[in-house]
């Protein structure tokens, strides 16, 4: 893919490997290889090594502290932490919540949280599904009531939401809440409202997911009581935030640059096998499987960067999220064939995380939307189907 970058691409290349190499701790970078999880102390450590170089917020405008790179400085940056492997700046913070407040949010709210959400010094997490609200996410019930009587300064909360992931240590939930429940269009009568989840009357409870591992939470609201100027934008204009949100989220989780690393561990554990002395009649069959994955990946990494460079618009996202869960769940699933009893084990790099990895890439192609969701979406806003 090196065609596409110009000269002054490739020294930027070489400066983020230098950054990431000279700054990316061992122990963390160990840790993603073997398909593991940022935890919340590396998304932290790593976030803040990030915004000290002025790099914690690749597609942030300047003025409010992020990068102010093009398309193509926004890849290549996304590519090299990926191929470190280091995590990717704060996903909760830095690619969903941050966008959302400074299109739509007031200026009290942009001083006070992008900072915040720059540094890790708060890290949110994203309130959107509901039991029977997931891919019908705009029947939504949780509700917020101003409380008139009381003044007026006051929502008042009451519901819940579910596979919340990372709500046991986030300090702040970013919500959809239904503020309007007569609105005719059920899209009509949502908001989008920042939590504080210190406040009283806000319960998590943990989901152990398939993979043993606890990243999912179901929250309740019990009368939370939340300021009216933790409202971000407009009363029930909550659909469009979130819909603005959604798209970067579905172009993050293609996840162009994750899926190379996860190519070039595929092709290391081939030279292993061919260097253990496995016959090539038993190899080619896998090294064409990874050939025909990378291929499948090159064209949606050309298509990512046409959707940078304005040449489409942030319709593509739901294309750019089914076809990335697609290449990811058939790589993962490539890497623990090839490690046979190694995903396995108890103990090592290939160890017990490749499988907990492979269980858990089954959730790519469903969270952000399911795969089946972004079809119809496609097919009705892309291809203008009915
Ligand atoms: C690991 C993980 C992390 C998550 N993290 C978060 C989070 O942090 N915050 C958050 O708000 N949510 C999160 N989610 C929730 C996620 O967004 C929803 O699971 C997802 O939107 C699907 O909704 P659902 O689970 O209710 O499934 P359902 O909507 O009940 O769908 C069930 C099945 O029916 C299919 N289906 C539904 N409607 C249609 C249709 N119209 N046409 C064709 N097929 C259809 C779906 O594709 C799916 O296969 C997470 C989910 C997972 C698994």
Redesign the pocket.
């Given at each position: 893919m090196d065609l596409l970058y110009s000269e002054e691409h490739k020294a930027f290349r070489q400066e983020v490997r230098d950054f990431i190499a000279a700054t990316l701790p061992g122990d963390m970078r160990q840790r993603l290889r073997a398909g593991g999880f940022a935890a919340k102390a590396d998304t932290e450590r790593w976030q803040r090594a990030l915004n000290q170089r002025g790099w914690g917020a690749p597609a942030w405008p300047k003025a409010f502290g992020g990068t102010g790179w093009d398309a193509a400085h926004q890849q290549i940056f996304a590519d090299e932490c990926a191929a470190a492997p280091a995590p990717p700046p704060h996903i909760f913070n830095i690619t969903m919540l941050g966008p959302v407040i400074i299109h739509f949010g007031s200026d009290a709210q942009r001083e006070y949280f992008l900072p915040k959400l720059l540094n890790a010094d708060i890290q949110v997490?994203?309130?959107?599904?509901e039991p029977g609200s997931?891919?019908?996410l705009a029947s939504l019930k949780t509700a917020a009531v101003l409380d008139v009587e009381n003044g007026g300064d006051e929502y008042v909360v009451n519901g819940q939401?579910i596979?919340?992931?990372q709500a046991h240590y986030a300090d702040w939930v970013f919500a959809l809440v239904r503020t309007d429940p007569n609105a005719v269009k059920k899209q009509a009568g949502i908001s989008f409202m920042l939590i504080d989840m210190k406040s009283p009357g806000v319960t998590v409870r943990p989901i152990i997911?398939i993979d043993g591992r606890h990243s999912?939470n179901e929250v309740f609201f019990d009368n939370v009581r939340v300021p009216a100027a933790n409202l971000v934008g407009e009363e029930n204009k909550g659909w469009d935030y979130a819909k603005f949100l959604l798209g970067h989220e579905r172009a993050y989780i293609a996840g162009i640059g994750r899926n190379k690393e996860r190519v070039a561990c595929a092709k290391d554990l081939l030279a292993k096998l061919e260097a253990d002395g496995h016959p090539m009649s038993e190899v080619a069959g896998w090294r064409g499987r990874v050939a025909l994955i990378e291929a499948d990946l090159h064209a949606l990494e050309v298509t990512q960067l046409r959707m940078h460079g304005g040449h489409a618009d942030m319709k593509l996202s739901p294309m750019l999220k089914a076809r990335g869960s697609e290449i990811f769940q058939a790589i993962t699933d490539v890497i623990c064939r090839l490690s046979g009893l190694e995903a396995l084990r108890a103990d090592g790099v290939g160890g017990p995380t490749l499988t907990k990895s492979f269980l858990y890439s089954r959730?790519v192609s469903?969270?952000?939307?399911?795969t089946?969701?972004q079809k119809?979406i496609l097919s009705a806003t892309v291809l203008s189907l009915p």
């Open positions: 997490c994203q309130g959107f599904s997931g891919s019908d939401k596979w919340t992931s997911s999912l959730a469903i969270f952000g939307g399911s089946e969701v119809n």
